[in-house]
């Protein structure tokens, strides 16, 4: 005889979900050309007190081959991830190769003209200054009676 289960419609569904995800994953992303790094490169961006920072994942990128480029509340990360002479017949092949473009509007204005950007260990850095206007303040109430 068997026991008796107790179905959650939800988990039964959030399996589904999970399962039809990984197939779509599978049948159309797994084999291009361009793997999770390579049209789109990974992107954080941070909020500290008084600036902005993003890390962008280029590894094997030349700092020669990227261009970063901002305004008062936008963010463009382009360049060009140069493709490696082969070594032979590829049998499996997910780094990405080719031109990329990341454009972010940024959720505080920032002094575009202090904007530092480095490159180390294939990781971009970019520290961008909040302007004053954004940063909390007191204001003292004088009084004038």
């Known amino acids: 005889m068997r026991d008796l289960i107790r179905r959650e419609p939800r988990n039964e569904l959030e399996r589904f979900r999970s399962g039809f995800d990984q197939l779509f994953t599978d049948a159309f992303f797994r084999n291009m050309p361009f793997g999770e790094q390579g049209a789109f490169p990974a992107v954080d961006l941070y909020d ?9 994942n280029l590894p094997g990128v030349s700092i020669d081959d990227v261009e970063v480029s901002t305004n008062n509340d936008t963010l463009t990360i382009s360049g060009e991830i140069k493709a490696e002479p082969e070594e032979g017949d590829v049998i499996w092949q997910e780094r990405g190769q080719g031109r990329f473009y ?20 294939g990781v971009l850095r970019i520290e961008m200054p909040k302007t004053d206007e954004l940063r909390s303040r007191t204001v003292k109430v004088k ?3």
């Open 102 to 121: 990341r454009s972010f509007k940024l959720p505080a204005t920032i002094k575009a003209d202090d904007v530092e950007a480095k490159f180390k260990s």
């Open 48 to 56: 500290t007190e008084g600036a902005l920072v993003a890390k962008i």
């Open 143 to 145: 009084d004038e009676g």
